[in-house]
């Protein structure tokens, strides 16, 4: 009994039909997703069981590294052919024999819907469950909405549902998403499960009641759920239909679940974030480089014990490698053990971690005084004061002391590391890992290669991401590099519009109802003023005079507000919540008459697509300097360092959207108004001109 796969294909459903119980086993790598073939497949074997006398319970396992994770992305695209998931998924769990789903690895979407309708469930201490439809813009279209709220109520489901968050084997156990943990064997455990059930009646996740929630309560939880997503359209609705399940029959409920389901899986947003999906695996795939060996790394050395130095070693020591941190005084490196036992204790006390685990962690990071005892590392990254010469001092000296193939990085965010390279006897092995603040938390790395580092020091950074779950993007040297580089035009964009009549927190918001987590100048606030100040400081000499300059976060920071750290920045902090500061709006008002400009409203569509449109234009230049090899790194670059929304899919795959024209016109008119920078970009303009797209 097999599915019905081409001749060239492996099976990827197969029965074997030990007796009295059989299993049922999926093998369609990589992830087991219920392609076409997969869903055929279950559904024959699914009737075989029904009607196979001698098997009297089955378990549904998979092959390879995981459980199935899910509906196929790929086929998304196409129109959805028979037989669709739900009915499989039904047909499982209507089985007149108990069902028993073996988990593994991860039961993600359709997967852990198939878990769900299935009889009982048995999982590996690591296997992990979600639902994380609502991540590609879509809810749950297979039973998710209606049977998870069955098994773990409608509380536990809205979460799971609404956030997407994967749990751990044991958070499911504890919500009743899961039966009971394998000790050793998963398949014989299920077995054993299964055995055990035959003869008593089945238990049917979907013939189960909800208990409702009160309507005051549920209808603010669903209006929370909506200000969360910040425009994403899909966790509001995810919500409706889980609150749904305590009112409509299984039948009705999956009915509307459906149409959610394919109306969600056509839509902008739906597709915007199945390219982020696509974009964050693609990124680690350049050209000319999947031949390429990386080097070996198990001892990293880490320069700098501040925040950033910190936040990296964390992240270091969370993946399993041998951590050294140096400083150059016995104070320093005392604050930045703190600083790291502080983080772990957190996640210990927010359950996060057990107190075992820390204490592993801790062990796995040494911490010595000076440079000297790092000379066994296989890498040795930087992470000290942002000043070139400081850098390049400390370069002169790694070099001295490393062994020659050790890689030297430097964690640099806007510093030309062709310069810092040019100190050592090693240019080719010196390279940019430039982390994003909390390093141990923040998913970007960028990889940043001069013109001499060689190909196996890049491999060896996308190793390195994959090893600690970062989404690495490798771009070439320019001032800022890919991200910070369009920030800080789009920070500039924001302080015209200051000028010509918002104020901080009109932008802020304007750019935060663009699904921003936060605007710029709350993040400057948060970020510290103090650092791009010292950016400008270093760059003046070289500043173009006939460039529009606004100084208003230069004398914010004469007064010493540097942000939240100070209690004032762009606004000022009681309690740690943000208020407009009158202080600022006379700094802003005085800048606008200074200028001889008249204030006016600005309404937040404005905002909203003139930053757009700064940013669609800086990252063209990017791409024209070859800085990056594809539009793709840019969006991946802006939605995992700087909170563009991915519902929007990254600037570029929104540009295509919106269209290049209206673009194009936006930006030379800020060119006729701003000046010198705002020039539009030569392949925006040819695109524009030739109807070309970003993603053809
Ligand atoms: N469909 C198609 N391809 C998928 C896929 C899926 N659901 N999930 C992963 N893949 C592909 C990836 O694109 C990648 O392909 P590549 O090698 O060509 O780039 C390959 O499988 C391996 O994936 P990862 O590189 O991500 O491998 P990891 O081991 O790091 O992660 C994973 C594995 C946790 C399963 C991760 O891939 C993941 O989160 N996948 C998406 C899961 C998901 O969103 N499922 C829900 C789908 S929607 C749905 O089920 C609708 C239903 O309700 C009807």
């Given at each position: ?281 693609e990124v680690t795939r350049l050209p000319g480089l999947d031949s390429v060996e990386p ?133 080719a092995?010196?390279v ?15 990889i940043?290669r001069t013109d001499k580092t060689t190909a196996d020091v890049v491999a060896t950074g996308l190793s ?8 690495p993007v490798v771009c070439r ?149 070859r800085?990056v090899e594809r539009?793709?790194d ?63």
């Open positions: 009994m097999t599915a019905a796969a081409s001749p060239e294909q492996a099976e990827p459903v197969r029965l074997i039909p030990t007796a009295p119980v059989a299993v049922i086993e999926i093998d369609n790598p990589p992830v087991n997703a219920t392609s076409q073939t997969v869903r055929t497949g279950l559904l024959e074997a699914i009737r075989e069981v029904d009607r196979n006398p001698q098997i009297e319970a089955v378990v549904m396992a998979c092959a390879g590294r995981t459980f199935v994770a899910g509906a196929d992305i790929r086929e998304f695209g196409q129109s959805p052919r028979e037989p669709h998931l739900p009915d499989v998924i039904n047909a499982i769990e209507a089985c007149s024999k108990p069902v028993v789903a073996a988990i593994h690895g991860t039961a993600l979407g359709g997967g852990c819907e198939i878990a769900l309708a299935s009889h009982a469930r048995v999982a590996e201490p690591g296997a992990s469950f979600g639902l994380p439809e609502v991540k590609l813009g879509l809810v749950p279209g297979a039973g998710g909405t209606q049977r998870l709220p069955r098994l773990i109520g409608l509380e536990a489901a809205l979460d799971l549902v609404t956030s997407g968050r994967n749990v751990k084997a044991a958070e499911a156990l504890r919500l009743g998403l899961v039966d009971r943990l394998s000790s050793g064997d998963l398949r014989q455990d299920a077995i054993e499960l299964a055995r055990e059930l035959i003869g008593q009646p089945l238990r049917r996740t979907g013939e189960r009641p909800v208990a409702p929630m009160d309507a005051e309560a549920a209808s603010a939880k669903a209006a929370e759920i909506r200000r969360k997503a910040r425009g994403a359209e899909a966790p509001g609705k995810a919500a409706e239909l889980v609150l749904l399940s305590a009112s409509l029959p299984l039948k009705d409920g999956m009915a509307r679940e459906r149409e959610t389901f394919l109306e969600l899986r056509s839509s902008e947003q739906s597709a915007a974030l199945r390219h982020a999906f696509f974009a964050e695996r080097r070996p790394v198990q001892k990293v050395g880490i320069v700098g014990a501040g925040t950033m130095g910190s936040g990296i070693a964390i992240a270091f020591a969370d993946a399993g490698f041998d951590v050294k941190v140096v400083e150059t005084s016995e104070q320093a490196l005392a604050a930045g053990q703190t600083r790291i036992a502080d983080v772990y204790d957190k996640q210990v006390g927010s359950g996060r971690l057990t107190a075992a685990a820390r204490d592993e962690r801790l062990r796995t990071i040494g911490y010595a005084l000076g440079t000297s005892s790092l000379s066994d590392r296989d890498l040795v990254i930087e992470a000290v004061f942002e000043d070139l010469e400081v850098k390049r001092s400390l370069f002169r000296d790694l070099d001295g002391i490393l062994p020659p193939g050790t890689i030297l990085a430097t964690n640099t965010s806007y510093l030309d590391i062709s310069l810092i390279a040019s100190v050592t006897s090693r240019p092995d010196v940019g890992l430039h982390f994003f603040s909390p390093a141990n938390v923040m998913k970007l790395l960028e940043v390195l991401a994959k090893r600690l779950r970062k989404i040297v320019c001032d800022g590099f890919v991200g910070n580089r369009i920030l800080s035009r789009y920070r500039l964009q924001a302080e015209y519009l200051l000028e010509e009549g918002a104020l901080p927190h009109e932008i802020d918001a304007a750019l935060e109802a663009f699904g921003f987590p936060m605007g710029p100048f709350a993040v400057s606030d948060l970020a510290g003023l103090d650092i791009a100040w010292a950016r400008r400081k270093r760059l003046a000499p070289t500043r173009d005079p006939r460039e529009r300059y606004v100084d208003i976060a230069d004398r914010l920071c004469e007064a010493g507000r540097f942000g939240r750290k100070t209690g004032a920045g762009w606004y000022r902090y009681e309690g740690g919540k943000r208020e407009v500061d009158p202080f600022v709006t006379t700094l802003v008002e005085e800048s606008s008459q200074r200028r001889g400009l008249t204030r006016r409203r600005i309404p937040a569509d404005e905002i909203q697509s003139r930053i757009r449109a700064a940013i669609v234009n800086e990252a063209c230049k990017i791409l024209d300097e800085i539009p793709l840019v969006d991946v670059v802006m939605m995992h360092g700087y909170g563009y929304p991915a519902w929007r899919g990254g600037p570029l795959f929104e540009a295509d959207r919106v269209g290049l024209q209206p673009i194009l016109a936006q930006v030379k008119e800020r060119a006729d108004q701003d000046g010198p920078g705002w020039e539009p970009a030569d392949g925006l303009v040819g695109c524009a001109a030739s109807g070309a797209k970003f993603y053809p």
